[in-house]
């Protein structure tokens, strides 16, 4: 599946809930699917900073497509990277450059998209993006 | 007594909602909400009254500077300064802090020993140990207990003929405590050591006597007793205040300017350079007057009864643990539910319009010493009620259903 229609399987998803409370519990759920780093990446360089919690993300080369793992101390902050990742993990790096975010606004998940939220939703995307851009550069 | 109803009518932003609920705000312990009183200075004001104060020869500017002057004279009475002069206005706590800190870089020498304590917010910290660098000056800690306590008997021990100075919160911001700051200024004293109260989250509680205290610097910022950000008061004993050089050039601050000299104003402007915070000095000056017309022993009174209460209540949810269990606080309550990040808890309590704080609240030291993370801090004021603590606790079990 491309970007842009794993985001829109996840709009999908969240349009059948109600309130605030169903689609946090969703999200605290995915969390616990998220695709866990394994323990010896879990380093400072690792670090996303600007989060209150703790959250690792690691990015590995498997063919031409980029996987991603992470973990985080927060479980909400778990389910916010583990929707990242469903996202731009096993994805080609070019397109995960190009990739857009605005399903986050889509799935009521907006208030998070604040630069200066303290759980660093921002900073998780733009490491995503920086893993993408240093494997494209390798690429070319 | 505190008439609560009436109390909030006071406060605008008490009615609005947050996430679509009515806004519950246990945040107090990083700043305070602003009464109307408070904000109708601020717009009187900007609307009559604004122009640059102390310079100019025409009416706007000698009744503007009344103002701000008037507005020195409340905060003086209200902390019992001896002088006016003694209260140096500020930008808030944290120049208070520097602008003592820079001063004593004069002062201290190699060899010298100055004691902070283990409960210290990062900002009265960090000038120290920046000090400490310039100087050769050693730091030293005072411990604290797992209560969150200061261990008065380790602080004897750490006072000596070498110590130069003490620097202390009256009440720790992260646990509440409220720290013997009377017994803490005796002793320093017995050695010689000048001491420092750091008065930023006592000063929405309590009512500090400079003189009956006998302390030598006091700090705090208006925004945490109902006044706005951007300024403060540093209470400084007219001898210190002499001692200590000017810490920023400029405007206001000068005697006579030549190319060869420049000689100082005396106190308090000697510490005032630039153009000041004239809107902020005289709202702050209201806001000493909002909370005196209440009552200071009223307030303490009244939110000694809600941290009973919710010490009690949240206590009853299973695996909730409070940190800092001193038996003098104030009104806050640290606490962490086991195995939940405090992040976590304070996001879903966000959506359900209760703003709490939640990480380490400027004091890593005083995590590490607990060895957690952080913590959802809960800290209420004379206009929070029962009813709202009763919303706070339901609103825990319910993040803790959805979170365990």
Known sequence: MTISE?????????????????????????????????????????????????????????????????????????????????????????????????????????????????????????KIKMYALAYQTQLN | MINIAKIREDFPILNRKVNGKPLIYFDNAATSQTPQRVIDEIVNYYSNYNANIHRGVHTLSQEATDLYEAARLKIQKHFNAKHS???????????????????FSTLLHKGDEVLVSALEHHSNIVPWQMLCERTGATLKVIPMNEHGELIMSTYEELLSEQTKLVFVNHISNALGT???????????????????????????????????????????????????????????????????????????????????????????????????????????????????????????????????????????????????????????ISFNIEGIHPYDIGTILDKMGIAVRTGHHCAQPIMDFFKIPGTVRASFAFYNTKEEIDALVKGVETAKMMLS
Not at chain 1, 94 to 99: L, M, N, S, V
Not at chain 1, 111 to 126: D, F, W
Request: net charge negative.
């Open chain 2, 85 to 103: 002069y003694e209260v140096i206005l500020t930008s808030g706590t944290t120049h208070g802090i520097n602008l003592v800190a820079n001063g």
């Open chain 2, 178 to 332: 409220i720290n013997p700051i009377k017994q803490m200024i005796d002793m320093a004293h017995k050695v010689g050591a000048a001491i420092l109260i750091d008065g930023a989250q006592s000063c929405p509680h309590i009512k500090p006597d400079v003189q009956e205290l006998d302390v030598d610097f006091y700090v705090t910022s208006a925004h945490k007793m109902c006044g706005p950000t951007g300024v403060g008061m540093l209470y400084g004993k007219e001898e210190w205040l002499n001692k200590l050089p000017p810490y920023q050039g400029g405007g206001e601050m000068i005697d006579q300017v030549t190319f060869a000299k420049t000689t100082y104003a005396g106190l308090p402007h000697k510490f005032e350079a630039g153009t000041p915070n004239i809107c902020g000095g005289i709202a702050f000056g209201a806001a000493v007057d909002y909370m005196n017309a209440i009552g200071f022993d009223a307030i303490a009174s009244y939110e000694h009864k809600l941290l009973n209460y919710a010490t009690k209540q949240l206590l009853k949810i299973d695996g909730l643990k409070i940190y800092g269990t001193a038996k003098e606080k104030t009104s806050v």
């Open chain 1, 6 to 126: 794993i985001q829109e399987e996840i709009i999908d998803e969240f349009s059948m809930f109600d309130d605030w409370q169903e689609r946090y519990q969703y999200m605290i759920d995915l969390g616990k699917s998220l695709p866990l780093i394994d323990s010896k990446y879990k380093t400072e360089d690792n670090i996303i900073t600007g989060c209150q919690s703790k959250v690792w993300v690691h990015a590995e080369m498997k063919a031409d497509k980029i996987e991603f793992t992470a973990d985080s101390d927060a479980i909400i902050t778990k389910g916010i990277i583990a929707i990242l990742i469903r996202v731009f993990s096993n994805q080609h790096p070019k397109d995960i450059i190009e990739g857009n975010t605005e399903f986050i606004d889509a799935i009521g998940l907006k208030e998070h998209l604040s630069p200066t939220r303290a759980n660093g939703l921002v900073s998780m995307i733009k």
